[in-house]
């Protein structure tokens, strides 16, 4: 699959405690295969699953079967540790899509498994339809449960239209814009690119350039203030966190743990092993490196 890594980057690790956004797609899945990922475990985070097209298959250890489908939001939970499994659906002709990662307050991390399911509504404003899936903005709420204060919502504008959306002060924005060409509070940004801005804004405009809708995704939260260890699917706070999980996934792999993860059932394979850890101890990062 095609897959655009557009947080972290080197300068710039978090946006409010959005931690991760992988950008894939659109792929012709009779060419890519599509999507089949084993059980694989994860600590420490949320993981939120938005598409644009396409269908996917979602089971995890706490016994959730679900599919991922445009315009709706699948929000899984893994604190102490959960596993899933994602695979693209017979149905599926074009896949396209987010993986956002969002991390868990030091308070919270190591919080029980848990799942939710949401279809936000959409709201038309100045030529825009949005989808608010988590968070609120545009006079939309998200019900979904978050353990720090987020945003989150798909925007597609009009060609040529312009909005300027009211949104909190005390929130840093990413924009990442998945189709046209959008000026983002005064910064111009092409597909696959993420443009920033910093708190303190009360008012956020963005306006369509191109003469085609512009899909972007909207991200912000307050300045995440703990330091994190992100390492394959795990976020801790140092490398003895990230290494214990790894060994406790490890055991369980080899029936010789306990069940901090726990089991994936009903996908047709063996789960993912953990890759080595480096040689060197993993250091932490904040949202500004």
């Known amino acids: 699959m095609t897959v655009r890594r557009t947080l972290p980057q080197r300068t710039r690790s978090l946006i409010g405690a959005w931690c991760f956004a992988d950008h894939y797609g659109p792929d012709d899945v ?30 995890d250890s706490l016994g959730s079967h679900a599919l991922v489908r445009p315009g709706e ?7 102490l540790g959960i596993a899933h499994s994602e695979v693209s659906t017979p149905r599926t ?27 936000p509504s959409p709201v038309r404003l100045d030529g825009a339809g949005i989808r608010v899936f988590l968070g609120s903005l ?9 353990f720090t204060p987020l ?12 909005i300027t959306l ?68 795990f976020i801790g706070r140092t490398h003895e966190d990230i290494a214990r999980a790894r060994q406790d996934w490890t055991a369980e792999l080899e029936g ?8 994936v059932k009903g996908y047709g394979g063996a789960p993912l092993p953990a890759p080595e850890l480096p040689s060197v101890p993993l250091r932490p990062r904040a949202g500004t490196r």
């Open 30 to 59: 009779a060419e890519s295969g599509g999507m089949d990922v084993a059980p694989h475990p994860h600590t420490g985070l949320q993981t939120v699953s938005w598409l644009f097209s396409g269908e996917i298959e979602h089971r």
């Open 73 to 79: 939001l699948n929000l899984m939970t893994g604190g």
């Open 93 to 119: 002709a074009l896949l396209h899509g987010v993986q956002l990662w969002v991390a868990l307050p030091g308070e919270h991390r190591d919080t029980a498994r848990d799942f939710q399911h949401h279809a």
């Open 138 to 146: 545009a006079g939309s709420t998200s019900p979904v449960r978050t």
């Open 151 to 162: 945003l989150g919502a798909e925007i597609v504008l009009d060609p040529g239209a312009e």
């Open 166 to 233: 009211t949104v909190d002060a005390a929130f840093e924005h990413g924009l990442l814009v998945d189709s046209g060409e959008v000026c983002f509070a005064g910064t111009p940004l092409r597909p696959a690119e993420l443009g920033y801005l910093e708190p303190g804004s009360t008012r956020l405009t963005l306006r369509n350039d191109s003469g085609t809708p512009a899909r972007t995704v909207l991200l912000g939260g307050p300045p995440f203030e703990e330091e994190i260890v992100m390492w394959w699917n």
């Open 256 to 263: 010789t743990g306990g069940s901090r993860f726990g089991e």
